[in-house]
């Protein structure tokens, strides 16, 4: 398991009690590096959303966690945040929740000669991703081919 997977999933572990403590989700977790620094970034949320009061609770215990374990043998940014209004579908509660809402997705390789769409999600398994496009236009699309699939917003 590459290093930054094992440094993701021993954070999870960490969060999960504080979170449940709190009734907060866990969206996900991510050890990325941007540019010089590297960062440990935690998406949380709750019915009705999160507020800054919620990210810098669930902030502190949690630097004050890993700093006792002490894991991560790198220079990191710790960041704790709502997942934002465009929250990426990755995990099956994740599928299951927006079921019959609008999503954009954008793939890997083109489908058709086109590499976005938007519709509704219709379905989903292990393998693909069914969208309603228009009322007579259902796409399947596999799994492997998505960079991302998220809910739709308009402004």
């Given at each position: 398991?590459?290093?930054?997977?094992?440094?993701?999933?021993?954070?999870?572990?960490?969060?999960?009690?504080?979170?449940?403590?709190?009734?907060?989700?866990?969206?996900?977790?991510?050890?990325?590096?941007?540019?010089?620094?590297?960062?440990?970034?935690?998406?949380?949320?709750?019915?009705?959303?999160?507020?800054?009061?919620?990210?810098?609770?669930?902030?502190?215990?949690?630097?004050?966690?890993?700093?006792?374990?002490?894991?991560?043998?790198?220079?990191?940014?710790?960041?704790?945040?709502?997942p934002g209004l465009g929250r990426p579908l990755k995990k099956e509660k994740d599928f299951a929740r927006s079921l019959g809402a609008e999503v954009e997705i954008r793939c890997f390789r083109p489908v058709d000669k086109q590499k976005e769409f938007r519709g509704i999600l219709k379905a989903y398994d292990a393998a693909t991703v069914t969208i309603e496009e228009d009322e007579e236009t259902e796409r399947i699309l596999e799994r492997s081919n998505l960079a991302l699939i998220r809910l739709a917003f308009d402004f």
């Open positions: 398991m590459p290093r930054y997977e094992d440094y993701e999933q021993k954070t999870e572990q960490i969060l999960q009690p504080i979170l449940a403590e709190h009734s907060y989700e866990l969206v996900d977790v991510e050890f990325v590096k941007e540019g010089s620094n590297k960062y440990l970034r935690a998406y949380i949320d709750k019915p009705g959303g999160i507020t800054i009061d919620d990210c810098e609770l669930v902030s502190r215990t949690l630097s004050d966690r890993l700093d006792e374990m002490d894991f991560i043998e790198e220079a990191y940014i710790l960041e704790v945040s709502s």
